[in-house]
Structures are given as C-alpha cells and as structure tokens.
C-alpha cells in the first residue's frame, strides 16, 4: 500500500513520516486482526509504503478508505507483489 508523504518537510518530517505509518498499521491490526498482519515499511521520495500480508485483502481493504479519511490523505493506493498486477486506487 503507497500513499503521499511530500507534504511533510522540516525536522519533523521524518518523524510525522513514521508517525502516520505506525498509525495506519496500528489501526488495520487492531480493527483486522484476523486479516492483516504489518510486515515492513519504505519511506520514499514522495510516498510512504507499507508492506503487509493479508488473509481477506477485500476486508483490509475496504477498511483503508476512512482511515485514509481520518488522517487526510489526498490519496492511498494498493499494488500486490505480484508480477504483471495493476494498482488499484482506493482513494
């Protein structure tokens, strides 16, 4: 899962970065526990990435739009590992 991070600049960047990743993971963990399980994360130029396994992805991801809501994000899309998939744009 990719979404923005180019709106967080300065010294707290970094850490608002890493923030808005724990946040996100914490909340599909605790509200999915049986559906999704956190296994890594990248920070990139302009997108945050989060890395996960997921036993019923149609569950995880229908829960990703209002945490997307809640923390005002312009945009938050899914790509699986898989070879040759598309992107799928949740918001």
């Known amino acids: 899962m990719f979404y923005p991070i180019d709106t967080f600049t300065g010294e707290e960047g970094g850490k608002q970065i890493l923030d808005l990743r724990d946040a ?8 999915l ?3 999704f399980m956190f296994i890594g994360g ?5 997108s945050g990435y989060i ?3 997921s036993w019923d992805i149609r569950e995880v991801l229908g829960r990703v739009l209002p945490i997307a809501n809640k923390h005002n994000l312009d945009w938050i899309s ?3 590992f898989r070879p040759g998939s ?3 744009y949740i918001k």
């Open 24 to 31: 996100i993971t914490n909340e599909l963990e605790e509200s």
């Open 33 to 35: 526990p049986d559906s």
């Open 42 to 46: 990248a920070t990139g130029v302009s």
């Open 51 to 53: 890395d996960f396994i």
């Open 78 to 80: 899914f790509r699986s």
């Open 86 to 88: 598309e992107t799928y």
